[in-house]
């Protein structure tokens, strides 16, 4: 069964550090892993997806990496800001054709201005 | 585009009710729809998948009976909770595969009091 696990639970930076948020998973035989970003009280919205045979996507200033031999994927946030202030949650789908999502349990990322 | 619509965002039910939540795929059309349930400062819980034109998969320790799950239809899946009990209060996600990764409604905060 797969167990995904994010680190930290909580992170406080300053504006425009550059920050990692890391993911790790026990089976490494995933399909695809997606990072998103929840807001309170609202829904989820996708930032990033990998798929199995993918190493890293980027978009605008962030940047997730996969390395399945270890079971781990981290997201980056370049240059942070007070509007990327949200709870950050990893997502791994595992197994092909099963396309059942196990989440971590998120990272709440606050940016101080 | 592969936009999911939830509806409603928020209800307040009388213990003993019923509640219907709808999930629409605007401008795709969703084969599977996946129905998951959050509880406070937790992650997403997968409670069953929906699958067009035939029975609700669901997970181990979700009651089938109380929580009604229909997908009629390629662009519609409902998620009724019957006899609604306030330890039912939480936050339902519905989310639907599309190309590349899976997209998410806005979720329906329940409360039954």
């Known amino acids: ?113 | 585009g592969a936009v999911v619509s939830q509806h409603p965002s928020r209800v307040i039910c009388k213990s003993g009710t019923s509640v219907k939540i709808e999930c629409r795929s605007l401008d795709f059309q969703a084969t599977t729809m996946f129905w998951y349930r959050q509880f406070p400062k937790q992650s997403l819980m997968l409670m069953a998948t929906s699958n067009e034109g035939s029975k609700a998969t669901y997970e181990q320790g979700v009651e089938k009976d109380k929580f009604l799950i229909n997908h009629a239809s390629l662009t519609l899946s409902t998620l009724t909770v019957t006899s609604a009990h306030p330890e039912d209060s939480s936050f339902y996600i519905c989310s639907a595969r599309f190309n590349y990764g899976y997209t998410f409604g806005s979720g329906t905060r329940l409360t039954v009091v």
């Open chain 1, 1 to 113: 069964k797969q167990e995904v696990t994010q680190i930290p639970a909580a992170l406080s930076v300053p504006e425009g550090e550059n920050l990692v948020l890391n993911c790790s998973f026990t089976d490494s035989a995933i399909y695809n892993l997606q990072w998103f970003r929840q807001d309170p009280g609202k829904g989820l919205t996708s930032l990033l997806f990998i798929q199995s045979s993918q190493r890293e996507q980027t978009s605008g200033r962030l940047n997730a990496s996969l390395d399945k031999s270890s079971g781990r994927s981290t997201l980056y946030i370049a240059a942070s800001q007070p509007g990327d202030s949200a709870t950050y949650l990893c997502a791994a789908s595992s197994g092909a054709g099963s396309y059942q999502l196990t989440f971590g349990k998120g990272t709440k990322l606050s940016v101080i201005p």
